[in-house]
């Protein structure tokens, strides 16, 4: 009797990194550097504000925001008043954030408040698609299989929406681990990085392995 063992693929997750002294992260082999300065925030922010309202898009730009501790649960409940809403943690007392126009009168002040670092669509994107290092089991012509994590504020409804209007629509969500499975073109992968609900867009692992082992003969 042959026994088949399955070999289990774990999806990984961006590839992210801090540098020692806290000055920039490195997230899908992009270099990010920190902002601290709020004017320039401001500035950076409203500059996404317009790129979004061109686009027909109603959403604050999702940043990631680096505290000077750990926060507590209460700590963090009460930051929505600030006008930071985080969306999940990053690294380092470090989350992704959802920052709605107050929080910048609101956060001048804010001791809490280590660095921000502001994020560019492309910066979604895992390295081997950008740089076309695709294996052959992710490839079907000019599509690509992609695990896309979106960030835990999307819903259903809403990924439906945004997919469609993209062109996109044979794609399977998982809700628990807010991810969805879906085969892209690289141009349409420049589109979807551009939705603010999208975190990170990935190629798939590789699939499972069967292996046969012959039945060892008990003596």
């Known amino acids: 009797m042959r026994r088949k063992l399955l070999s289990f693929s774990f999806f990984a997750f961006s590839f992210f990194s801090f ?9 899908n082999g992009n270099r990010i550097n920190s902002t ?4 320039k925030l401001k500035s950076a922010y409203s500059k996404e504000k ?6 027909k898009s109603t959403e604050d730009p999702v940043l990631i925001v680096q505290f000077k501790k750990p926060l507590s649960k209460n700590e963090q409940k009460s930051l ?5 809403n985080l969306l999940s943690y990053f690294s380092d007392n470090a989350y992704y954030a959802r920052l709605t126009p107050g929080f910048y009168e609101k956060n001048v002040n804010n001791s809490d408040i280590k660095t ?21 089991y992710a490839k079907e012509g000019e599509l ?47 589109e979807l990085v551009e939705l603010g609900i999208i975190q990170n867009v990935e190629l798939a692992p590789a699939p499972a392995v069967l292996e046969n082992n012959p039945r060892k003969n008990l003596s």
Not at 80 to 84: F, H, L, R, V
């Open 19 to 27: 540098a020692q002294d806290g000055n920039f992260i490195t997230i």
């Open 116 to 136: 921000i670092f502001v994020l560019k669509p492309e910066h979604k994107i895992a390295s081997e698609i950008v740089e076309n290092d695709i294996p052959t």
């Open 36 to 39: 601290d300065d709020f004017r």
């Open 50 to 55: 317009m790129i979004s309202a061109r686009k």
């Open 144 to 190: 690509l299989d992609l695990v896309i994590t979106y960030h835990k504020d999307g819903t259903k409804k809403r990924l439906d929406e945004d997919f469609r209007n993209i062109g996109l629509k044979n794609f399977r969500i998982n809700e628990d681990f807010n991810q969805v499975f879906c085969k892209l073109s690289k141009q349409k992968i420049l």
């Open 80 to 84: 929505s008043q600030k006008g930071i």
